[in-house]
């Protein structure tokens, strides 16, 4: 029997929509149907795997593809849990075209197998957005109370906010909806500004989907069991349990979750005002770390949430638990890292204020934090004054008499009033096309220093892309989407050519799992597994390894990846390869010659290095592996 994936492709101009199969083998799943959609469209698309409902664990996230606003490139996005109720429609993926004459919410609902029912209702956006807790918050509560009546069973909602409109970072939103309410477990599919392609671009304010609709998903706990236990000798929940453990609990390091896990030990890896730690000495790290995080940010954390066992799932029955709450608040490394230590908070009552009125404002919290942090840089050098971003006065990095509540407090209020800078008609900074042509155009107004302390990614002309928060060149590698983990982000020491093979690597493995719906915390035995479980239902591993190959190409393809364009990025890889030198205990010739030709011409080297890595990544993409399969062998 030939399984196919199902597509509802909506034209929100009209409201008219059809429903196209494409036969598992050709595609399988959000990403590779995404893409291909994208370039047919310039379609927005959202869906699920083909394991989604399934009893296979972390196996429903909702993956959003599309040509991101904020990048560039194709990018693919994904929030934990919203696909398990998408899952209810009977379809595998929702693709957008056209645009709304109004911002309007998208209903879908599909009841006892019938037809999905499809409709656009204008809604009042500023009007709502300022309701209640405001933004994302408000929109999400008014569709559910205007809307949830509809549905039989619960249904699911995706909400975006004022930074949708006004900048090209806009995020979609999500949360659970358990006993009739809306849950503090928000869920993002941030990166890329995909909220603000789905609104600019397509006219499209919220979601909200359910149904009734039951298929026959994989629920054979016994086999699944027998295939786990061939492998690992272990059940699939043993197995998962242990897999997942630095997201639920890690006794290593008596915390859990990727905030309490990363920050018990990153003391030597410290990013903190705007990276300027690099720059330190690794005991000065050290010490600020023991005093600034283990000692306050961290103990807050540990105190408030690990004790209390604040712990929360996306959406889906899943071990990991990985959601960490203190109240309304959600505590994620990545964002309590940029709208944190990098802009100078280490306080969790600044932290929490300064990320919710992001998130509120529906900014992918990352990218604003790197903006931000590139400001009060900017600030404390003397290189632009309050007035300049409309603020009322300058952020307190002194380190030597830093007070963790008082100074980490004072930033949080500045750090706001520079997000309420960042929307509405009357907006001081202007971030339509982006933080980076912000910053090129302030270069030019004031003076080209400017841009030497911004560190992104760029791609193209205006794509830009602030790293993910680990001290290691591959953050900054010229990979064809950024911001994901599609690249090699551990610490140990790669010559460049061969880390942009390795970031390969991890690219195709982490794209086989967002093309299964499957969510990386799991990925200790997902990458193992999933392929053997293709095969065991569908006969079908050799064509997903080479559909993620030839994914991974056709994505490549359009890789407009720029050279570092700011001096701080130099900076962040050679301070990197010395601590990578002091730390070795073997001799690393490729290594020394690296830090010599820094020091010689700094320009040069980092052409030369940032190139290599370039090299790596099309030599391993272009590989002969799609071509095996010709007749001719050619």
């Given at each position: 029997m030939t399984h196919n994936l199902k597509a509802l492709i909506l034209d929100a101009a009209t409201g008219f929509y059809t429903i196209k199969r494409y036969p598992l083998g050709e595609f399988f799943g959000p990403v590779d149907l995404g893409l291909h959609l994208a370039g047919k469209h310039n379609a927005i698309s959202m869906g699920v795997g083909i394991f989604a409902g399934s009893i296979i664990p972390g196996s429903n996230r909702l993956v959003v593809t599309g040509f991101s606003p904020a990048w560039g490139g194709f990018y693919v996005?994904?929030?934990?849990?919203?696909?398990?109720?998408?899952?209810?429609?009977?379809?595998?993926?929702?693709?957008?075209?056209?645009?709304?004459?109004?911002?309007?919410?998208?209903?879908?609902?599909?009841?006892?197998?019938?037809?999905?029912?499809?409709?656009?209702?204008?809604?009042?956006?500023?009007?709502?957005?300022?309701?209640?807790?405001?933004?994302?918050?408000?929109?999400?509560?008014?569709?559910?109370?205007?809307?949830?009546?509809?549905?039989e069973y619960t249904?699911?909602?995706?909400?975006?906010?004022?930074?949708?409109?006004?900048?090209?970072?806009?995020?979609?939103?999500?949360?659970?909806?358990?006993?009739?309410?809306?849950?503090?477990?928000?869920?993002?599919?941030?990166?890329?500004?995909?909220?603000?392609?789905?609104?600019?671009?397509?006219g499209i304010c919220a979601v909200i989907y359910g149904g009734t609709h039951i298929d026959e998903d994989f629920r054979d706990s016994k086999v699944a069991d027998e295939w786990f236990q061939a492998r690992y000798e272990q059940k699939m929940m043993a197995k998962d349990l242990e897999?997942?453990?630095?997201?639920?609990?890690?006794?290593?390091?008596?915390?859990?979750?990727?905030?309490?896990?990363?920050?018990?030990?990153?003391?030597?890896?410290?990013?903190a005002f705007n990276y300027r730690s690099i720059y330190w000495d690794e005991q000065q790290r050290r010490e600020f770390h023991k005093q600034h995080i283990e000692d306050h940010y961290l103990k807050q954390f540990n105190s408030e949430t690990i004790a209390t066992k604040q712990f929360s799932n996306c959406g889906e029955p899943c071990v990991a638990v990985c959601k960490k709450n203190n109240g309304k608040y959600k505590k994620d490394y990545e964002p309590y890292q940029t709208l944190g230590p990098l802009i100078g908070i280490f306080d969790?009552?600044?932290?929490?204020?300064?990320?919710?009125?992001?998130?509120?404002?529906?900014?992918?919290?990352?990218?604003?934090?790197?903006?931000?942090?590139?400001?009060?840089?900017?600030?404390?050098?003397?290189?632009?004054?309050?007035?300049?971003?409309?603020?009322?006065?300058?952020?307190?990095?002194?380190?030597?008499?830093?007070?963790?509540?008082?100074?980490?407090?004072?930033?949080?209020?500045?750090?706001?009033?520079?997000?309420?800078?960042?929307?509405?008609?009357?907006?001081?900074?202007?971030?339509?096309?982006?933080?980076?042509?912000?910053?090129?155009?302030?270069?030019?107004?004031?003076?080209?220093?400017?841009?030497?302390?911004?560190?992104?990614n760029s791609f193209a002309r205006n794509g830009w892309m602030v790293p993910n928060q680990y001290w290691v060149p591959g953050v900054l590698s010229p990979m064809p989407a950024m911001g994901r983990y599609y690249m090699h982000y551990a610490q140990q020491y790669f010559p460049p050519r061969l880390l942009g093979k390795i970031n390969v690597d991890r690219m195709k493995a982490e794209l086989e799992l967002d093309n299964l719906g499957i969510c990386r915390f799991h990925r200790a035995w997902a990458e193992e597994m999933i392929p053997l479980i293709i095969e065991k239902l569908h006969g079908k591993a050799q064509d997903l390894e080479l559909n993620t190959h030839v994914t991974a190409r056709r994505i490549n393809c359009r890789n407009a990846s720029v050279m570092w364009e700011s001096s701080l990025a130099t900076d962040y890889i050679v301070s990197y390869l010395k601590r990578c030198k002091n730390e070795s205990d073997r001799a690393l010739p490729e290594l020394d010659d690296w830090l010599k030709r820094f020091e010689d011409d700094p320009r040069e080297a980092s052409l030369s290095y940032w190139y290599e890595i370039r090299k790596g990544i099309d030599e391993s993409l272009f590989s002969e592996f799609e071509y095996q399969k010709q007749p001719d062998g050619h």
């Open positions: 996005s994904s929030m934990g849990g919203a696909g398990l109720v998408f899952d209810d429609l009977g379809i595998n993926l929702l693709s957008i075209i056209g645009k709304s004459a109004q911002p309007s919410v998208l209903i879908l609902n599909r009841q006892h197998g019938e037809e999905i029912e499809v409709s656009l209702e204008p809604l009042p956006v500023t009007k709502i957005w300022d309701e209640g807790e405001k933004g994302v918050y408000a929109m999400l509560e008014h569709v559910h109370t205007h809307y949830s009546h509809l549905y249904p699911r909602i995706l909400a975006v906010g004022p930074a949708a409109r006004y900048a090209d970072c806009g995020g979609i939103v999500s949360a659970p909806i358990r006993n009739g309410k809306l849950t503090d477990v928000d869920t993002w599919a941030g990166r890329g500004g995909m909220g603000s392609k789905l609104y600019q671009q397509h897999a997942t453990k630095k997201y639920r609990f890690d006794p290593d390091f008596d915390t859990g979750g990727t905030f309490g896990v990363n920050y018990a030990k990153n003391a030597s890896t410290l990013l969790q009552r600044a932290a929490e204020k300064v990320n919710r009125k992001a998130d509120s404002l529906g900014f992918d919290a990352i990218s604003i934090g790197g903006f931000i942090s590139w400001a009060f840089d900017c600030l404390d050098s003397g290189l632009i004054e309050p007035d300049d971003l409309g603020i009322s006065g300058m952020p307190r990095w002194d380190i030597a008499e830093f007070d963790a509540v008082q100074d980490s407090m004072h930033n949080a209020m500045l750090a706001i009033e520079i997000l309420d800078n960042c929307v509405g008609k009357e907006r001081k900074i202007d971030l339509a096309d982006g933080a980076r042509k912000y910053v090129r155009r302030m270069s030019r107004q004031k003076q080209a220093r400017l841009k030497d302390k911004f560190l992104i």
